[in-house]
């Protein structure tokens, strides 16, 4: 934090500086002097100056213009540059006056309204190359980031193709369901058939986690569907499957194979733990700008480490390198003898 406020106030300071220089440039190739009343007029415009550009500064940062899209912020950018324009010109021509720092000739001199729109203009199309500076600075800066995260994906995502099988399709979910198809080949051909076609669904769409960054909600819900299905045949009466998903986040963006995750953990922390089995509640709802993905199942944490393990570890991981701090995870106990998975997500607009 400390290493950029220097670096802020080091380019304010060499902003103004380099506007200081370059009156006093002009003012000796035109003059062949340079006067005190010059070195006190300069010395008060960098006076106002700086404190002038921080405070647009501060109302930047406060009412974060710097994510509002061009048409909402210029005109609010041209709104408080002109105001910021005119208080500084005001003060800069009150202390011009108050110390009597004009070295035109009196009778050329022009009246102090008409001096203060002339310097409001001057004052404004300065302010308006430090904004402009201001946010070509931070453009950078933030496609900078955005570089740097997507090769932390990238790399995240290599690391999760050579452990996609074992965190998110565990070979003994593959076994089991593969010995329950067996037992209905004869059975039951029908269930069969379709427990097949759920198995490879499953399987397809754990091949493709590391080619895409988002899938819509609707297709990692049908997934999720495929994956529990087969596991009431193993577990029949004792697993029961609930959704109450909001039709509305259905096409917002997941990571893929984020909830088919936490259904697992869900399954083999919760579920397959209790003799009498349990319930798996998945929902979905809008809250504002963000929407909210919920799995409660029957069980207790009992601070397992099965419950900070790698596929809830990179759950966030692909949180935080696709959403930032807009997103959030977190997994708890809850009344009831319940745990719950929650994940909030910003709207997808």
Known sequence: MLSKISRYWCWQICGWGVFALINIFFAYTYDKTISGKLVTRLFIALSLGIPVTHLIRSVIIKRNWLILPIEKIVP???????IAGFVYSLSYLTFFQLFNLSEADPQKQVGFLRNLVLRTFDSSLILTVWVLIYYLYHFFQRNKKQEVDTFRLQSL???LELKTIKSHINPHFIFNSLNSIRALVDENPERARQAITELSNI???????EKLETVP????????????????????ERLKVQFNMDEDTLKQPVPPMMLQTLAENAIKHGISKRVNG???????AIAGDHYQIVIRNTGFL???????????????DRLNLLFGT???FEIRDIPGGMVEAKVIIPVNK
């Open 326 to 328: 807009k997103a959030t």
């Open 157 to 159: 995502v290599k690391e």
């Open 278 to 284: 349990g319930v798996v509640v998945i929902t979905s």
């Open 203 to 209: 399987l397809r769409s754990s091949m493709q986690t």
């Open 217 to 236: 909600l609707e297709q990692e819900l049908n997934i999720v569907k495929d994956y529990l299905a087969l596991e009431q045949m193993r577990f029949e």
């Open 302 to 316: 009992n601070g397992h480490a099965g419950h900070t393990g790698f596929g809830l570890q990179s759950t966030q």
């Open 76 to 82: 609010r950018l041209l709104a408080c540059i002109i």
